[in-house]
């Protein structure tokens, strides 16, 4: 097949593990005989730097004609200053809501490699296969905001069909997996999310008879999330909890440069990155885990290439090395290797 990517290295890390990515991604294209055309563009603070908006207009038009895009991470120290008029952050806030991108996808997984890395027990780790759907364009981060001398307010806020939209597609996904999908909400107290639980119970009695949806209260989610991780499938939540919980449910694999994830909307278009943020304290030294990259180009051939058969290759490839015991500091900090050696040894096994 022919797609047209684009990739956005971004800023600190971001370079060094989206250039891991496309290494893997060119391998697979080699290997099974497709073409995949790249075209690089700005985002965040290297392109506030290289022109002063960190989304430009040329780097927004390729994403829109793109069928995947393929980002490292955005932001730093040196574009953090609060009164600062343009932030990197914005250019990828911006880049979501153009591409229409509702849900956001991050699967947990803990290999059983890593499970001594986590914070928690591995006994309760072993098995844990969970994936996280985030609502990703509503709830208070996008409400209207007040603030007076004394008070400040922020405005929750949700619409029938946005809850649809990504209630439909949690259970699509959970088809393909156990059948089981998990709703977050805090339906005790809160008029959105009353408005949640009523129109996912809907959606998923009128449309998905075959699915087993249950609801939890967020504040004991939090809690089962570490004291029964197994016992989830899919779970389905709004933008803040999501954002909460998905970091949460990150620590179950050991670390955050494990973790890919892909923002998806209605068309073919999807963002793929790595959960991890820019990491400016390791930026630069060669040392950054490159693996959470490399996943996301994995959910990028599955989700909009609808390419299986690649993304369990490239799965199984830095399943291998990581088995083969090749791990960067965040891992094993007395025996590391470098992003350029897991970089390798991925490679090694997806052509083997
Ligand atoms: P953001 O605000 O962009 O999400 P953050 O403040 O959450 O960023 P990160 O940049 O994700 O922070 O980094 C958090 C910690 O995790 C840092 O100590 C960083 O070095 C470490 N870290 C993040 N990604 C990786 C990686 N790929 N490999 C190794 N360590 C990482
Ligand atoms: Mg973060």
């Known amino acids: 097949m022919h797609a047209e990517i684009v990739v956005l290295p971004g800023d600190g890390i971001g370079p060094e593990v989206t250039a891991a990515a496309v290494a893997v991604l060119r391998a697979v294209g080699e290997r099974y005989r ?9 985002i965040g603070g290297a392109a506030i730097d290289a022109c002063g908006e960190p989304l430009p207009e040329k780097t927004l038009t390729a994403c829109r004609y793109a069928d995947a895009v393929l980002l490292g991470a955005v932001g730093g120290p040196k574009w953090s200053d609060p009164r600062a008029k343009v932030r990197p952050e ?3 806030l911006a880049l979501r809501k153009a591409l229409g991108l509702y849900a956001n996808l991050r699967p947990v997984r803990p290999h059983p490699a890593t499970l001594g890395a986590a914070p928690i027990k591995p006994h ?14 509503g709830g ?11 008070s400040a307010s922020d405005v929750c806020r949700y619409s029938v069909g946005e809850i649809e939209r990504v209630v439909r597609r949690a259970c699509e996904l959970a088809r393909r997996r156990r059948g089981h999908v998990t709703s977050v909400d805090k339906a005790n107290v809160l008029e959105t999310s009353r408005l949640w639980r009523e129109t996912a119970t809907r959606v998923a009695r009128d449309e998905f008879p075959d699915i087993v949806l249950e609801h939890q209260l967020v504040d004991s989610m939090a809690m089962h999330l570490l004291s029964r991780p197994r016992a989830f499938d899919v779970v389905v939540t709004e933008n803040m909890f999501g954002d909460i919980l998905t970091d949460e449910a990150s620590m179950l694999a050991g670390s955050m440069g494990l973790l890919p994830s892909a923002s998806l909307g209605d068309e073919r278009v999807g963002l793929y990155e790595p959960i991890h943020g820019s990491a400016p304290d390791i930026a630069g030294r060669g040392i950054a885990n490159p693996c959470g990259a490399i996943l996301s180009v994995a959910m990028l051939l599955r989700h909009s290439l609808g ?7 490239v799965e199984q490839a830095v399943s291998a090395a990581l088995d083969a015991g090749v791990l960067t500091a965040d891992l094993a900090p007395a025996r590391a ?8 040894a991925v490679l090694e096994h997806l052509t083997a």
């Open 140 to 150: 208070i981060y996008f409400g209207d905001k007040t603030r007076d001398a004394d």
């Open 307 to 313: 390419l299986a058969l690649e993304a369990d290759c």
């Open 124 to 137: 309760l780790l072993s098995g844990v296969d969970l994936l996280v759907v985030r609502e990703l364009t």
């Open 337 to 344: 290797a470098s992003t350029a050696q897991v970089t390798a």
């Open 90 to 92: 914005q250019g990828l």
């Open 34 to 42: 497709h073409r995949f055309t790249l075209h690089e563009h700005a």
